[in-house]
């Protein structure tokens, strides 16, 4: 096997962290439902994850993944709650579309 | 071999996200979800981070990605309709994520010093040599306490989304009735 | 020995008199505030007395002349410049502090049978303590900074008693008009103090005199400038052309005021300061010539008004402005001890002039108009004699007082080349319309029958004649010491110079003429206003255009009111009223307000409660700092080098 293909720069790694994370900040942007917006999030988590992980390798310092493992337990948390809120939004005004649950107008 | 596996598990990721942002239904979405996950997980291996790469799949595909499925069917919400959008978010929004995007490749693609990921990197029988190893060490001994900490913030969080979300719970609406789900 | 005179008990007390008769005045019995006003100033006239005494040479005590007395605490202190309280008795401070005390206690005794039925009894006695507490400190003043506020306190004292009957339009408008007219005076004062700064760098009178006395050669140029900015702070003080304007006003106030004021001591002060920077005035013979010639002008333009006027007051009013004209003339001809010399013999008759005028007033209930009195000479055998006496005097009769100080002044004046002998025409000419105009009152006042039967006249109290009869004496052998020994007491401090005459006989012939003009006067007034007293009217008729512009003042208050008065209220109501306060503070008012209702507008659609639009907003915040910590190394990235010591970059 050529150490070409063996090999994959870090660079490409965190490359991706940052497209799936510019993907996720669009959804957050243009996505009308709520659930899909809160989905949107979830993807942003898990780019950050990815470069988190990459940089664990890089510097081969274990406290990066650990670091993850801890990002993870939160947004589980989160995740909970955040649902939890939509569903009591929900049973209140009846929709998830984003643009009707406008309350904190001034 | 590594890169081979990259390419075609990073396009998996690309592919998920991109459709997430297509797809109408949320469901079609929640599904688009787990597949950016499931592959996020196989890039974990990649890069040597084996328990990472468990924890991905248990705790995210297999559990919130679950959750958001089971919401999503419990509210049967629908397939979006077109709204008033927001002319600030594609007018403040957009030039802001693409220039996120920006600096963010720009530093990526100028920076020296990253090295490279080999397949296999780490690999070893070394017990004590082991990314299970090292991480449980860590985890066990000097993080001890936010771990326990963190266990009890779930808790809480479970508490509470148990709290909000009770049918007992709830706002009472404009009209002063109790609104259930149509 | 060195005694110590106490000079800052001379100040003090008035002051203290001031504060007690004015804050607690109006709970006081009467007589009690009467012992507080009158305590003040003859406490003072003491001091000044047992002064005198010292620089008699008479007592057993020596003083060092000049005596100063300086208080502990520095005034001002600023680089060079020091300027200190500090209080400088000498020959010339210690004549007009005679003058000021002695007189100012005298017609204290007057007001208190004169305001007896007065409300605002003890405020004016404590008005009258605090003008004497200013008065004095600018005597006594060592530099010209405490001059100024002597001479700024006076201006107040002066306002505050004019309009002393506030309640009535007329004395709340002389007041204001007094105070005003001061204030363009006092304007070039202080341009004369900055001067006096910046080309001396000191405010001292011993030291400015010093450093001109120095400097022989230094003549003119700034010098003039600085004397011309004094002078016109004189003007307006003394009453001169062109700012005599508020002194015939001022006879709203009270009679005993006007003569205190008036006549004796406030308006004294211009010819007194002219005569304390004298060196400079002698450094400056241009400023001196235009002094010569503002003094003779103005006395004899004030007596021609003073011919026609009808208010016993005016009338006195106009022949004290006139006669200030005298006392600049004879600072003009650098016969200053001369001045000082008719200072201090006007003070008396013309103080006495005044007190005997208030008392004719008292007498026929407050009636001024001379074409209604007559006859009171059967009424008041005491008023008359003593403004007889007066009238004597000022008209220049020997061997009254008022004949040496004139005398000198005339004398001085002919002595100075073909100019000083035009000025002494002048003066002379007025000698004749003083003693014209000054007859034409004490007949229309004293003699033939009484125009007004209804009244019945009744003499004054002994309270107000008393002071009547000292003036009379002091009027008339106040002038006996003589112009020769007066100046040689005030060589040291004025540099008198008393020219020798030429032949020794022109002094006679001057003092011969001077007498004759005098008495021409009494003849003309005799023939107007007793003999045929229709005859005035009908010269009248014959001129009437020049009797209007007599009557009428020449029309001065009426053209300085078109000219001045009227275009500064405008301009000051158009950019006062609507420039500043409309339109600019206005418009700052309306453009906060506006900028608030703005800004909040503008933020308060920001706060959408739309969800996306704060994403979006979110979106930016983070793309923004991100741009902030990365911008070196992009903008190293493209070239640009930016060394931030901040994060250890």
């Not at chain 1, 243009?30 to 993807?43: A, C, D, G």
């Not at chain 3, 004062?189 to 001109?212: D, R």
């Not at chain 3, 000419?429 to 003083?434: E, P, S």
């Amino acid at each position: 096997m050529s150490s070409f293909a063996q090999e994959v720069p870090l660079s490409w790694y965190l490359l991706l962290s940052s497209v799936l994370f510019s993907l996720g900040v669009v959804g957050f942007l243009i996505k009308r439902n709520l659930i899909t917006v809160f989905m949107s999030i979830e993807l942003m988590l898990n780019a950050v994850n990815l470069s988190f992980v990459t940089f664990a390798h890089e510097w081969h310092a274990v406290k990066g993944q650990i670091f993850v493992f801890f990002v993870m337990m939160v947004a589980a948390a989160e995740a909970a709650v955040g649902l939890a809120i939509i569903i009591a939004v929900f049973r209140a005004r009846a929709t998830l579309s984003v643009d009707r649950i406008n309350l904190m107008k001034l | 071999m590594h890169l081979i596996l990259f390419i075609i598990f990073a396009g998996f990721c690309l592919a998920g996200a991109i459709n997430l942002l297509l797809q109408t239904h949320p469901i079609n979405s929640a599904l688009s979800l787990i597949v950016v996950m499931t592959s996020l997980a196989v890039l974990y291996l990649l890069l040597g981070a084996e328990f990472l790469a468990a924890a991905q799949i248990i705790v995210y595909s297999g559990a919130i990605m679950v959750l958001f499925t089971f919401v999503v069917m419990l509210l049967n919400a629908g397939r979006e309709e077109r709204t008033l959008g927001s002319r600030a978010a594609l007018s403040v929004g957009f030039p802001s994520v693409v220039a996120i995007l920006a600096v963010l490749s720009t530093i990526i693609i100028r920076a020296q010093g990253l090295g490279v990921a080999r397949l296999g990197e780490g690999l070893t029988n070394d017990p004590e040599k082991s990314n299970m190893f090292q991480v449980s060490r860590v985890l066990f001994h000097e993080l001890l306490l936010p771990f326990e900490v963190t266990s009890i913030l779930i808790l809480i969080a479970i508490l509470g989304a148990v709290a909000i979300a009770s049918p007992g719970h709830g706002y009472t609406g404009d009209d002063g009735e109790r609104i259930s789900h149509k | 020995m060195n005694v110590h005179l106490h000079l800052w008990l001379i100040p003090l007390l008035p002051f203290v008199g001031f504060l007690l008769n004015g804050i607690l005045g109006a709970r006081l019995p009467r007589w009690l505030v009467t012992v507080i006003g009158l305590v003040a100033p003859l406490v003072s006239f003491v001091v000044v007395a047992n002064a005198a005494r010292s620089f008699f040479g008479l007592g057993s005590a020596l003083v060092s002349i000049p005596y100063i007395e300086t208080c502990p605490f520095s005034w001002i202190s600023i680089g060079t410049l020091h300027v200190d309280f500090s209080f400088v008795l000498d020959q010339l401070s210690l004549v007009m502090l005679l003058v000021v005390t002695g007189v100012g206690f005298l017609i204290h005794i007057y007001s208190v049978g004169y305001m007896l039925g007065d409300r605002g009894f003890a405020r004016y006695f404590a008005y009258l303590n605090l003008f004497l507490f200013f008065m004095t400190l600018l005597v006594l003043a060592g530099n010209t900074l405490l001059m100024f506020v002597g001479w700024e306190g006076v201006g107040l004292a002066s306002y505050l008693l004019i309009g002393f009957w506030y309640q009535k339009d007329s004395a709340a408008s002389a007041g204001k008009k007094a105070f005003i007219v001061n204030r363009i005076g006092d304007f070039g004062f202080l341009i004369g103090i900055f001067l006096l700064i910046g080309n001396f760098g000191t405010l001292t009178f011993a030291e400015i005199g010093a450093k001109l006395s120095a400097n022989p050669a230094w003549q003119g140029g700034i010098l003039t400038v600085i004397a011309l900015c004094l002078l016109l702070g004189a003007t307006g003080k003394s009453a001169q052309l062109p700012l005599y304007i508020w002194l015939p006003d001022a006879m709203e106030g009270p009679t005993p005021v006007s003569a205190l004021i008036h006549a004796a001591t406030m308006v004294t002060a211009g010819v007194y300061m002219i005569a304390r920077t004298h060196v400079l005035f002698d450094h400056a013979p241009f400023a001196l010539g235009v002094v010569a010639v503002v003094g003779a002008a103005t006395a004899i333009f004030a007596a021609t008004i003073g011919l026609v006027q009808n208010d016993i007051k005016r009338v006195l009013a106009y022949s004290t402005i006139s006669q200030l004209g005298y006392m600049f003339l004879g600072c003009g001809v650098a016969a200053y001890s001369a001045a000082v010399f008719h200072l201090v013999t006007h003070a008396f008759f013309k103080a006495l002039l005044f007190l005997a005028a208030g008392s004719v007033i008292h007498a026929v209930g407050g009636e001024q108009d001379m074409r209604k009195m007559g006859g009171l000479r059967k009424h008041l055998p005491v008023t008359f004699w003593t403004m007889t006496t007066a009238v004597l005097a000022i008209a220049g009769f020997p061997p009254l007082a008022g004949f040496f100080s004139k005398d000198a002044i005339l004398f001085a004046a002919f002595q100075q080349g073909p100019s000083g002998m035009l000025l002494w025409f002048v003066g002379l000419v007025t000698a004749l319309l003083t003693s014209l105009y000054m007859f034409r009152l004490w007949y229309m006042t004293f003699m033939g029958e009484s125009r007004s039967p209804e009244v019945h006249p009744h003499e004054s109290p002994w309270s107000m004649l008393a002071p009547l009869l000292i003036l009379a004496l002091l009027s008339i052998c106040g002038g006996w010491i003589g112009i020769e020994r007066f100046s040689q007491f005030l060589m040291p401090s004025t540099g008198a110079r008393l020219a020798e005459s030429a032949t020794p006989h022109l002094e006679l012939y001057l003092t011969a003429a001077a007498v004759a003009v005098a008495l021409l006067g009494w003849l003309i007034a005799d023939r107007l206003y007793r003999q045929k007293p229709e005859l005035p009217a009908q010269l009248a008729n014959t001129v009437p255009g020049a009797y209007k512009l007599l009557a009428n003042k020449y029309y001065v208050d009426e053209i300085y009111g078109a000219t001045i008065v009227k275009p500064l209220l405008g301009f000051s109501r158009y950019m006062l009223g609507w420039v500043v306060d409309v339109a600019i503070l206005g418009g700052i008012a309306w453009l906060l307000g506006g900028t608030a209702l703005l800004t909040g507008a503008i933020l308060q659609r920001w706060q959408s409660g739309n969800l996306r639009s704060y994403a979006a907003w979110l979106a930016l915040g983070a793309a923004a700092i991100l741009l902030f910590m990365t911008a070196p190394s992009m903008l190293g990235a493209a070239g640009v080098n930016i060394h931030l010591n901040w994060m250890g970059r």
